[in-house]
């Protein structure tokens, strides 16, 4: 067995939280009702809908893709430096 790092569990952490929050969210805008109050097949329809966007998502970064995407460049204000004495 695989020893397994603390930032995969992390990150595994973290895609189960936003998969949990995408099937609520998603239940509040298709029946305007919480995830836990609708019924077996309206369930069935928020996890097939969330399921479907978040594969077609997936599917569409490609390590191509993400090899154009550009860094943006720090805002804000900058420290500074203290003048020599």
Not at 16 to 39: H, I, K, Q, V, W
Not at 76 to 82: E, K, N, T, V
């Amino acid at each position: 067995m695989a020893q397994e790092k603390f930032s995969d569990n992390l990150m595994k952490v973290v895609a189960a939280e936003l998969r949990f929050l995408n099937g609520m969210t998603a239940a509040r805008e298709m029946f305007g009702r919480s995830y836990f109050s609708l019924g077996a097949s309206e369930k069935i329809a928020v996890d097939q809908a969330v399921l479907g966007m978040i594969a077609a998502n997936y599917q569409s970064l490609t390590p191509e893709f993400l090899a154009g995407q550009q860094a943006t460049p720090e805002m804000g204000f900058r420290a500074q430096a203290q003048p020599q004495t």
